[in-house]
Nanobody
Framework: QVQLVESGGGLVQTGGSLRLSCAASSSIGGINFASWHRQAPGKQRELVATITIWSSTNYADSVKGRFTISRDNAKNTVYLQMNSLKPEDTAIYYC?????????WGQGTQVTVSS
């Protein structure tokens, strides 16, 4: 069974950077669509960034210009580069990868930005 393994989360100061990775445990035959979501304590999960099969990207207004989503099909891995981090970016970050007929979710990785 395919699992998504997330890494790269942690504690960083305001203005710092982190790079999240989301790797599939086995070959998934190419990534059709992928996204990153986040959920802060007491809040609903929100969509942060998406990337399509044609590498078209889209971002939430709150992260536009600071976050970059990318993927490496050969490695079955999706990334989220986060720069200029703010305390309000503190949340658990989840990745999602879609392939034909299936959708996979990561277990989540904690990102904490201190002021």
């Amino acid at each position: 069974q395919v699992q998504l393994v997330e890494s790269g989360g942690g504690l960083v100061q305001t203005g710092g950077s982190l790079r999240l990775s989301c790797a599939a445990s086995s070959s998934i035959g190419g990534i059709n669509f992928a996204s990153w979501h986040r959920q802060a304590p007491g809040k609903q999960r929100e969509l942060v960034a998406t990337i399509t099969i044609w590498s078209s990207t889209n971002y939430a207004d709150s992260v536009k210009g600071r976050f970059t989503i990318s993927r490496d099909n050969a490695k079955n891995t999706v990334y989220l580069q986060m720069n200029s981090l703010k305390p309000e970016d503190t949340a658990i970050y989840y990745c999602e990868i879609s392939v034909p007929g299936k959708q996979y979710w990561g277990q989540g990785t904690q990102v904490t930005v201190s002021s």
